[in-house]
């Protein structure tokens, strides 16, 4: 996982940080602006979801939805991938860089059906990690969304004798394009010599002197074992290595850092690639960020052209051709199409400092990171920004203490539309979560019950509709009985009903 947080000592831009209310127009970052006191995302007033009489402009359902709401903004992924197939070109064109650029979604950022195929029709290849992404591999083959040309790398342990190993082996009976990357060599004893012919990738582990290299990383090998095993590929029949697999390990905001992690890697395939002629990739990933918070350290155009400087500067060290170029984004292709919205329903005094305003969710378990890493996410009022601004602390209705946010210990500040206890009723107070489409639901649950038994939110799918509007798809949320029925509890048909058999057996 390529999750990350801005350490609590560090104030980062969350949202509006001033009393005074929000000019009209004004633009917070490429896809939030304020609009007639309200807050525009991708041209929808979001505040106008839980109103029953809003405008059909948008092209939605006439009912209010419900609060909590969960948004997937589904053309923001396609843009992603389309926008880092840009800067990638244009250094392409600008550098002479003789390799070509592929997208690849490392899909553990989110694995949900609608990404996964939103990915898919983007052009992007695709990553995974274990067995089940197997099946979500081959029903996308199924449903004719992966072309035989699109790669499918295959992260994570893949044990000898594991259910992961078994099926890449039948999946790469389907599919010619099936890349295991490995992480030792019995991974390779397991794989290789079982009647199909497979095109290998081998992860590096940073170390040593790598900069900001985990010593204590227990994926991949060293630049040695990593020799020793491309070596055993190379004696193997039916195997041939492709690709080097180097990782960041964790989302970076500095561009210049990423790229310096890189070299070694770079380096160790220039070297390699001398004498093998069918090492032709060079994979990056693990560190990518999307822009999870209003603040822009990460320029993506000029790590494009940064990484390619590099890996040409290394291959002319080495007198070998430069590599094509995979790039594993998870968290930079799917933070920001999502956003969680609540209502507040309560404002109360806290003695420590700025009011506490409630909302009708839990931050915790929707956003898993900010009580766990002390992640920050963009957060916005979707109506009343021409009122004055308060600063304030937001809290969740579960009876943890860390269901809050900013996250404890953070010194961010949080300014949302002062509104008095009484006025919630007839003027309602909507907030938003952005760029939060990135491991917080995975993280949290999928159709999962959450901490304190609250149920699933409402979840609407917007995508692009036929007339050059948007469609959009509801999924339901819970309801008591499925939050009890996922907790056993549908079990229990009566009270006082007899043990089963087997559980006496057991006694």
Known sequence: MDSTHAPPSVACRIGWQSPAPVPEGYRFNAFLEASGGRLQVHGLDLAAFFEVDRSPAAGLADDAMPSPLEIAFLPNIRAQVAAMGRYFRRAIEELGYPAPFHFAFASKANTAEEIVRSTLTAGAHHEMSSDVDVEIVRRMLQAGLLPEDRMVLANGFKGPGSAYARNLLALRREHRRVIPILEDSAELGFLAGRGVDFDFGIRLKRTQGDAGADRDSRFGVNAGEL??????????QEARFVLLHAMFGASSDSDEQFVQALEPGLDLFARLGRDRRH?????????????????????????????????????????????????????????????????????????????????????????????????????????????????????????????????????????????????????????????????????????????????????????????????????????????????????????????????????
């Open 227 to 236: 020799e020793r095993l491309a070596l055993e590929i190379d004696r193997t």
């Open 279 to 507: 090492l032709r990739f060079f994979d990056f990933g693990g560190g990518v960020p999307g822009r999870t918070t209003l603040d822009d350290g990460f320029d993506y155009e000029r790590f494009a052209r940064l990484l390619l400087t590099k890996a040409l500067d290394a291959c002319a060290r080495h007198g070998t051709r430069p590599p094509s170029l995979i790039g594993e984004f998870g968290r930079y292709t799917v933070s920001e199409h999502a956003a969680h919205l609540f209502r507040v329903i309560a404002v109360k005094a806290n003695e420590a400092g700025p009011p506490w305003y409630l909302v009708d969710g839990s931050i915790m378990t929707s956003f898993p990171d900010t009580w766990a890493l002390g992640e920050h996410f963009i957060c916005l009022p979707l109506n009343h920004l021409d009122r004055p601004f308060r600063r304030v602390r937001l809290g969740g209705i579960t009876c943890d203490r860390d269901d809050v946010y900013p996250p404890r210990g953070s010194v961010t500040p949080l300014f949302l539309p002062d509104i008095a206890a009484a006025d919630l009723d007839e003027t309602p107070l909507y907030v938003g979560f952005f760029s939060v489409g990135a491991y917080q639901e995975m993280l949290g649950g999928v159709r999962g019950s959450k901490h304190c038994v609250l149920p699933e939110a409402t979840e609407l799918l917007i995508d692009d509709g036929e007339d050059g509007g948007f469609a959009c798809d509801i999924v339901p949320g819970h309801t008591t009985e499925d939050v009890l029925d996922n907790l056993g509890y549908g079990r229990t048909a009566r009270v006082g009903a007899p043990r089963t058999a087997a559980a006496v057996a057991l006694v």
